[in-house]
């Protein structure tokens, strides 16, 4: 029985009380939403850099946004798997892409879904089944290490199980990882139990998806190409030598380290950054 003498319980009972519950969204109006535990939330645009920015990425970027928009017209179009190196752009361009449709007005929302989430995606696409719009369902960072239910889960909602995904709805899923399949699989761990049989399982996910779209590392022209691209956009002198130094500080070129190198720029320079 809870003591209501104890003071802690009644500071929670009035914090409760005075947090509103979360409020459950109209998925046929707005374009941003994010599902949880709580159910549908609309979100406010998030910020993303013009298509035009992504260098070093033509064919991905092209091949992604033709599909968007076929899906967005109502014509067939595929689930996608973005897969590859850290910070190239596949997270972000799936949400400029999405932006781009949202300001010529198709009538397509994107759902992002977290992987704490992932085991109650047949109540989502429950709750989008009789919505009059079409949908892309974001899942990012995919990583199912260890657990083959939920593979075997997110396999059957892509293709022909009992609670597939909606017509209207497709997915796109970004990972690190070609294939999906779990690194100490990759790097065949002893411990693991018929290996060949778990990375088969990982294989036949990755197979559901219609594109599969890689990523891979930034050689220096194209880094420094993503530096110059953003000194542009955003009116500042361009030093490719000091680009080169910021990225050998980091150990890495990316489209990622590219734009931390354009916000120190800026900042030094004392000039604002505007993104869309």
Same mark, same amino acid.
């Given at each position: ?5 104890d003071? $802690?319980?009644?500071?929670?009972? %009035? ?6 519950p ?9 374009? &941003?939403?994010? &599902?949880? $535990? ?5 979100? *406010?645009?998030p910020?993303?850099?013009p ?9 991905? +970027? ?10 967005a017209?109502?014509?067939?179009a595929?689930?996608?798997?973005? &897969? ?5 752009? +596949? ?9 781009? =449709?949202?300001?010529?007005? +198709?009538?397509?929302?994107?759902? #992002?879904?977290? #992987?704490?989430?992932l085991?109650s995606?047949?109540?989502l ?14 899942l990012?960072?995919?990583? =199912? ?37 779990p690194r ?9 139990i ?23 590392n930034?050689? #220096?022209p ?10 542009? *956009?955003?009116?500042l ?14 150990? %890495?070129r990316?489209?990622?380290?590219a &734009? #931390? ?10 000039v ?5």
């Amino acid at each position: 029985m809870t003591d209501l003498s104890d003071p $802690a319980v009644r500071i929670a009972a %009035a914090l409760e009380r005075l947090s509103p519950p979360p409020a459950i969204a109209d998925p046929a109006r707005g374009h &941003w939403f994010v &599902w949880t $535990a709580a159910g549908l939330e609309a979100v *406010a645009a998030p910020r993303t850099n013009p298509i035009d920015l992504y260098v070093g990425v033509d064919a991905q +970027k092209a091949t992604l946004a033709e599909n968007a928009r076929r899906h967005a017209e109502g014509l067939p179009a595929h689930d996608v798997l973005l &897969w590859g190196a850290r910070g190239m752009g +596949k997270s972000s361009l799936v949400r400029a892409v999405h932006a781009a =449709l949202a300001a010529a007005a +198709k009538d397509v929302a994107l759902v #992002q879904v977290a #992987q704490p989430d992932l085991a109650s995606l047949a109540q989502l696409f429950k709750r989008l089944a009789d919505v009059q719009r079409r949908f892309t369902i974001f899942l990012d960072d995919l990583s =199912l290490d260890g657990d083959n239910g939920e593979v075997h889960a997110l396999r059957s909602l892509l293709d022909g199980g009992v609670m597939a995904r909606p017509d209207h709805v497709r997915l796109a899923v970004t990972s690190n990882r070609r294939n999906l399949v779990p690194r100490s699989l990759s790097e065949n761990d002893a411990d693991a139990i018929n290996p060949r049989d778990a990375a088969d399982d990982k294989l036949a996910l990755a197979d559901r998806f219609g594109l599969r779209l890689g990523f891979h590392n930034c050689d #220096q022209p194209t880094y420094l190409a993503i530096c110059a691209g953003y000194a542009a *956009a955003h009116g500042l002198a361009f030093d490719p030598a000091a680009a080169l130094a910021w990225a050998a500080g980091r150990g %890495a070129r990316s489209g990622r380290v590219a &734009w #931390q190198y354009t916000v120190e720029a800026a900042g030094a320079a004392g000039v604002g950054l505007v993104r869309a």
